[in-house]
Structure formats: structure tokens, C-alpha cells
């Protein structure tokens, strides 16, 4: 079971150097080009606390990759969907294609942890979508394209004093409504991410929860994680690789 009050910063990866860092970056980038010829499509969503610096982890991920062959989509929380539609249709219309990537902030759970919050979707309609949420991931898992479901989790004094700082720097423009609201109510949203979370967990799709309260240690797991995730996948030795590649420099 995920509990967040239960992930502490001090559990994490320890900070890697500049170095270090730049080798996973180009170890990913290998990754991006194996996959590619492999024609296997990967979906990263990147969900978080507000203020958890996603879009921090969004740049150390791309920045070395082909931009043409990845997109990112960020949609708002706060958007309506079409009713005449499936709630997942919105979803659909931006998958990759096989052998490329989609890095998806504010996903559709992130929709859905908002519309639980602002009690604006009915227990039944709810259950219903984390349903076909579970479906949709399993069904496309089975069609060579994988998910990777990252959460990234600050403490309530962490966010509190990152919020201060946008607001001090006379950045509040940066702050939505929701935004506010989480830390103002940090309690109630841990809870809403947590049941959320659990219910969308599976073997296939799991949920990764990153401590993000030290932002540049946040960067060094997630990368970690998120290259051993694909190495496996593509059972390829990302390491050896990049070494060939620099004849045995590293």
C-alpha cells in the first residue's frame, strides 16, 4: 500500500554528480533510439504535488533527447472534458506512436484527483473511470506501449515554503487556484492522492513515488529508476553501451 506521510527525503538516492548525471542523460538518450527501432512506444506520466517541481524533472528528462521523437502534453487540471465523450478520450488523441514517447503532466489522473477534491464527480462515475483507467494501461502494456507512473511527493512545510517563495518573488502568477488550495488543505489532498494511487496501481503499471522535498536528489532517482525501468524493458545494458560508444571512457 502507498502511504506518503511514509516517504521520507532521507530515503532517497543520494545526489549524483554533474557527471554522473549527464552519463544517465545520455544513457537515456540511447534508451529513446533503442526503442525507437524497436518500435516500442513509452507513456511517462509525471504527477505531483504542486509546487514539486515537475517541470524541473520534465527538462533533466528531455534535454537530451531527439525532440522529434517525443511530445509532452500538459494539460489543466481544471479543464473540462466533453461529456459526450469517454472521459479518456482527451488521452487517446495524444498517444505516441510505437517507437516514441509521450511525457503527459497533469494526466488524467491528476484530472481525476482534482474532480474527487472539488467534489465535482460521483463515487459510481469515479470507480467506473479508475476502472477504465486500469483497463486502458493493461490493454495498451500488452500492445507494445509501456507506462511509466512517477508521483512526485513533498512534505506540507516543503510545499508551504515554496509557494512563500513564489509569492515573495511577486511570482504568484505561476499559482493557481488549485495550487492554493493544496496547501491549504494538504491533509485532505495526501489522502485523495494516496486512495487514487492505490486504486491505479497494478503489477503491469505501477505507481513510483519519488521524494522531491531535495530537488536535485528527486532528479538523480528518478532518472535512475527510470533508466533501469527501460533497460529492462528493452533488455539492453544501457552502461555498456554509452562505453562502447566513448571507447571505453566514462
Aim: glycine fraction near 4%; charge should be neutral; include cysteine.
Amino acid at each position: 500500500m502507498i502511504r506518503l506521510k511514509e516517504t521520507e527525503p532521507d530515503e532517497v538516492t543520494s545526489e549524483l554528480s554533474e557527471k554522473d548525471m549527464e552519463n544517465l542523460q545520455e544513457r537515456l538518450f540511447i534508451l529513446q533510439n533503442k526503442a525507437f527501432e524497436a518500435k516500442i512506444a513509452n507513456i511517462f506520466l509525471i504527477e505531483g504535488w504542486s509546487s514539486s517541481g515537475r517541470g524541473e524533472i520534465l527538462q533533466v528528462l528531455t534535454e537530451r533527447l531527439d525532440p522529434k521523437k517525443f511530445k509532452v502534453h500538459s494539460p489543466f487540471v481544471h479543464q473540462s472534458e466533453d461529456k459526450n465523450f469517454p472521459f479518456l478520450r482527451s488521452f487517446w488523441q495524444v498517444l505516441p506512436r510505437f517507437g516514441e514517447s509521450l511525457f503527459y503532466l497533469n494526466s488524467y489522473l491528476g484530472r481525476l484527483a482534482f474532480l474527487k477534491n472539488e467534489d465535482k464527480i460521483e463515487k459510481e462515475d469515479y470507480e467506473d473511470t479508475i476502472l477504465s483507467v486500469l483497463n486502458t494501461e493493461r490493454m495498451l502494456s500488452k500492445d507494445r506501449l509501456y507506462f511509466h507512473k512517477f508521483f512526485l511527493h513533498i512534505s506540507e512545510k516543503e510545499q508551504s515554503k515554496r509557494l512563500g517563495k513564489s509569492k515573495k518573488n511577486k511570482r504568484t502568477w505561476e499559482l493557481s487556484s488549485y495550487d492554493k488550495d493544496q496547501s491549504k488543505h494538504y491533509s485532505k489532498y495526501r489522502k485523495t492522492f494516496e486512495s487514487l494511487m492505490n486504486s491505479s496501481h497494478s503489477d503491469i503499471c505501477p505507481w513510483i513515488v519519488i521524494s522531491a522535498d531535495d530537488s536535485e536528489k528527486a532528479k538523480a532517482q528518478l532518472l535512475t529508476t527510470l533508466v533501469e525501468r527501460l533497460e529492462k524493458i528493452l533488455n539492453i545494458n544501457s552502461a555498456e553501451e554509452l562505453k562502447l560508444l566513448l571507447g571505453g571512457k566514462v
